[in-house]
């Protein structure tokens, strides 16, 4: 029996994955591109803002804890940028920080690391 094809999405997101950690940004970059999309990464802050800038784009999947800045000031400077103002912001995290301490501090969603693959493309899916 074949595999089922993939369908495309409607929309293809251009996704910016902010982790220090390369094999969880390189993991999550395949993930983000075998749903159709388009992933950019950084693995600090100073490059996260830089690109976010830049690229403008429809997600940001942010590490809560990254060595050069909290996730949380970083999404707060996000957001401030313009044209990022209403970007989808998506916590990413191994820490103990809850899903409601997530969605309070300024995050659309929130994904617990490791992240599952299932997750991730819904997620995807619902913005695309």
Do not use: W
């Not at 103990?96 to 994904?111: C, K, P, Q, T, V």
């Amino acid at each position: 029996m074949a595999p089922a094809a993939k369908t495309a999405p409607k929309k293809v997101l251009r996704v910016l994955v902010i982790d220090d950690n390369l094999d969880q940004v390189h993991t999550l970059a395949y993930l983000i591109s075998d749903c159709g999309h388009h992933a950019d990464y950084a693995i600090n802050a100073t490059v996260a803002l830089d690109l976010a800038q830049r690229l403008k784009p429809d997600v940001i999947l942010l590490d809560l804890a990254l060595p050069d800045a909290s996730g949380v000031a970083l999404a707060r400077k996000l957001r401030a940028l313009p044209g990022l103002q209403t970007v989808y912001l998506v916590a990413i995290t191994g820490t103990r920080i809850s899903r409601e301490e997530a969605i309070a501090a300024g995050f659309n969603e929130y994904l617990r690391k490791p992240v599952q693959f299932a997750a991730l493309e819904a997620l995807l899916a619902t913005k695309a």
